[in-house]
Every structure is written in structure tokens, then in C-alpha cells.
């Protein structure tokens, strides 16, 4: 209802072992007329928080470097295994019709035992779909699997003024696949 996707999460990712830099990037589209306001995202714990939401203009192979993102929301809580949702502190529009939203991990972060953890959810699905993931802010790995991030843009009519962030230049190859990340059930 309100516009929130129906699906409910399989569980949350989570890194394993833990890393200084663990982000999640998503690959969404941003058609020329449009930008992105906020996020909707399935969230896994309502006590922590993610220090920051992350916007990048890559390629459709992956995400610049994460040093090259800006960040549009900083303590992100979220409600616990729930659907929550942000507004960004600046709406952002792409220039090439690609944006990466990354979600960026509290550094080496462990779960506490007996509380929720903190994740982005997925959802089990029977198509393949990727994401792409990080524990250093350099090298993204692209994670191939049957699992859907559970993470959705929100889109407003772009206005006059909007910052539009632009692809790299040259045509970055695939990126390898390692690298571990583990998908927690509820």
C-alpha cells in the first residue's frame, strides 16, 4: 500500500567476516526527466542505524569508486523488518540515464546476538538479479544470485537546478566475482 512494494524479505545481507568499508550498490534507471528523492528499502534492524546513503553515476557494469558517491542521507534509521522509507537531503538526476544507490555498512559491522540486524533485505526469487557489493570503497564486485535487493528509488518530474551526476568516460570492463556476502532468513 502507498506505493511500498508488497514483497516482505527472506532475510537481510549482511558481510561476512566483516568489513571496513561494506556497502551494497543497486544499479537503477533515471530516465533524463526524472530524479531520485528518496529510497524505499526493506529494513532489517530499527535500533541501528546506516551512517550514510550513497548516490554514484557509473556504467551499466558497475559503480565508480565508492569515493566518488555523495552522500544524500547520513544515520539512516529505518523500521524493524519493515518496509521504510527516506527523502533525500538533495534529490539527484543522472545525466546517463544510470545511478547506483549504495548503502553504506557501519564499519566492521557485527551483528549483536539476540537483535535484529541491520541489512538491506532480499527477496528469493526464481529470476536472476545483481547487485553489487564492496569491503574496501575501491573494488566492486558484481553478486550474481537468485536473490532480489529489496530496494526501490523514488522518482519526482526533474526541476531546473537538480545536480546530475555523469557517467565515467571510459567503458569499464565486468567487475570479478568474490568476495563474501551472507544473506541472513528472518
Known amino acids: 500500500s502507498d506505493g ?12 561476512t567476516p566483516p568489513q571496513a568499508v561494506s556497502c551494497v550498490a543497486v544499479r537503477v534507471e533515471v530516465p533524463e526527466d526524472k530524479m531520485i ?11 541501528e542505524a546506516f551512517p550514510r546513503i550513497l ?12 569515493s566518488e558517491a555523495v552522500a544524500v542521507a547520513q544515520e539512516v534509521h529505518g ?25 553504506e555498512y557501519p564499519e566492521n559491522y557485527t551483528p549483536v546476538s539476540g537483535q535484529s540486524v541491520l541489512g538491506v533485505g532480499y527477496a528469493n ?30 522518482l519526482a518530474d526533474r526541476t531546473p537546478g ?5 557517467g565515467p ?8 566475482a568474490r568476495l563474501g556476502l551472507f544473506a541472513a532468513p528472518n
Open 162 to 166: 537538480i545536480v546530475a551526476l555523469r
Open 4 to 15: 511500498i512494494p508488497a514483497t516482505s524479505a527472506d532475510g537481510v545481507l549482511q558481510f
Open 37 to 47: 528523492t528518496g529510497l524505499k528499502w526493506y529494513n532489517g534492524s530499527g535500533t
Open 125 to 154: 526469487e526464481a529470476s536472476e538479479h545483481h547487485c553489487f557489493v564492496t569491503g574496501d570503497g575501491e573494488q566492486w564486485y558484481r553478486m550474481a544470485s537468485r536473490c532480489r535487493v529489496l530496494l526501490e528509488p523514488v
Open 79 to 103: 523500521q524493524e523488518q519493515s518496509w521504510s522509507e527516506i527523502v533525500f537531503d538533495v534529490p539527484i538526476a543522472s545525466q546517463s540515464g544510470t545511478l547506483f544507490v549504495v548503502m
Open 169 to 176: 568516460q571510459d567503458g569499464d570492463g565486468p567487475v570479478p
Open 55 to 66: 548516490v554514484a553515476s557509473g556504467n551499466d557494469f558497475q559503480p565508480p569508486p565508492y
